[in-house]
């Protein structure tokens, strides 16, 4: 079976510097690999997604990510924030050509003034 | 890109009745869909498969004769909650994947319907 570890439930940081929110999967076969944004009362807007090639992947609103198959990681990164990525953060694995969709439990982005 | 729908935005009912979510792929047929929960401050959990023209497949601990699924046709699926009680209170939402290459589906996700039960 597929798992999906987020380490940080919350990550607090000031604007305009550097983020990174971790994600850590388990799986016995390939997967796809994916970050999700949601703001409050709003569905899942999609940032990036590894599905092979490069193990660096960018994605919109200047955030980035990278496989690590070795680590089974695949940790989001931006170089600097803004008060309008506060929002939160999924991480989620699938399989069957992306049919099905498990979600880790989240990070919450705060990005103070 | 492909756009999933999802009807209502926000329900409020009285507990006992039923209320029926809708979910539709606007520009793409989904022989297909999911329908996630997800209560407040938690992850998504998927609830089960809509599977167009047969019965839904539940995940477990899912209670199938609580949640109805009807999935009628290629760009419609409905998620009728019996008998809705206070726990049942919750934002719910559905994703359609849509082949996007030779062997990846992409998941489009409707904006999510608020239900509070009173």
């Known amino acids: 079976a597929q798992s999906v570890t987020q380490l940080d439930s919350q990550v607090p940081v000031f604007e305009e510097a550097p983020v990174e929110l971790r994600c850590n999967y388990s799986?016995?076969?390939?997967?796809?690999l994916f970050w999700y944004v949601q703001y409050p009362n709003q569905g899942l807007q999609l940032l990036l997604k590894?599905?092979?090639?490069?193990?660096l992947v960018k994605g919109i609103n200047g955030f980035e990510a990278e496989f690590n198959k070795s680590q089974t990681s695949f940790h989001l990164r931006k170089p600097s924030v803004h008060i309008s990525d506060t929002a939160e953060y999924f991480c989620?694995?699938?399989?069957?050509?992306?049919?099905?969709?498990?979600f880790g439990a989240g990070t919450r982005l705060f990005v103070k003034a | 890109g492909a756009v999933v729908s999802q009807h209502p935005s926000w329900v409020i009912c009285k507990s006992g009745t039923s209320v029926k979510i809708e979910c539709r792929s606007l520009?793409?047929?989904?022989?297909?869909m999911f329908w996630y929960r997800q209560f407040p401050k938690q992850s998504l959990m998927l609830m089960a498969t809509?599977?167009?023209?047969?019965?839904?497949?539940?995940e477990q601990g899912v209670e199938k004769d609580k949640f109805l699924i009807n999935h009628a046709s290629l760009t419609l699926s409905t998620l009728t909650v019996t008998s809705a009680h206070p726990e049942d209170s919750s934002f719910y939402i559905c994703?359609?994947?849509?082949?996007?290459?030779?062997?990846?589906?992409?998941?489009?996700f409707g904006p999510g319907t608020r239900l509070t039960v009173l």
């Open positions: 989620a694995v699938s399989v069957n050509g992306g049919f099905k969709t498990i």
């Open positions: 994703s359609a994947p849509r082949l996007a290459g030779a062997s990846y589906n992409e998941q489009f």
């Open positions: 520009d793409f047929q989904a022989t297909t």
């Open positions: 809509s599977n167009e023209g047969s019965k839904a497949t539940y």
């Open positions: 590894y599905l092979s090639g490069s193990t």
């Open positions: 799986s016995s076969v390939s997967v796809y």
